[in-house]
């Protein structure tokens, strides 16, 4: 359980990236609140994105650290999550190009940036 203050706060939206998606579906630290989140969302109390390319990124770690068989089986498992994938469009796009422009953090995750 998490302290009072760090627990998911209704009608609030929140962007997953690879990362924080990867802790809970390999029981990492962080994970646990991941689970909670997605809790809240299944009870409609929350709502949670990723975008295609933080997707994207789940699936080449998973595959090449366990092989495609268990990244296709981790997909099926994302795939029944309460998070909706965005794809990457024109806007989000730019708006993730314009944020690796300006910031020395990873594109990928510019894209999950762009989302919030």
Same mark, same amino acid.
């Given at each position: 359980?998490? =302290? @009072?203050? /760090?627990?998911?706060? @209704?009608?609030? +939206? ?14 990492? =630290?962080? &994970? ?5 989140? *997605?809790?809240?969302?299944? @009870? &409609?109390?929350?709502? *949670?994105?990723?975008? +295609?390319? /933080? ?11 366990? &092989? ?9 498992? %994302?795939? @029944?999550?309460? %998070?909706? +994938? ?18 020395? +953090? ?11």
């Amino acid at each position: 359980m998490l =302290p @009072e203050g /760090n627990r998911p706060l @209704e009608g609030r +939206i929140y962007v997953l990236d690879s990362y924080a998606l990867l802790a809970y579906l390999e029981a990492e =630290p962080g &994970g646990d609140y991941v689970k909670e989140l *997605l809790e809240a969302a299944s @009870e &409609g109390k929350c709502r *949670l994105y990723m975008s +295609i390319i /933080n997707l994207g990124e789940v699936m080449y770690i998973v595959e090449r650290e366990r &092989g495609l068989p268990k990244a296709q089986e981790t997909l099926a498992r %994302i795939d @029944e999550l309460p %998070i909706e +994938i965005v794809d990457a469009d024109r806007s989000l796009t730019l708006a993730a190009a314009h944020l690796k422009a300006h910031w020395s +953090i990873a594109y990928a995750d510019c894209f999950a940036a762009a989302l919030g």
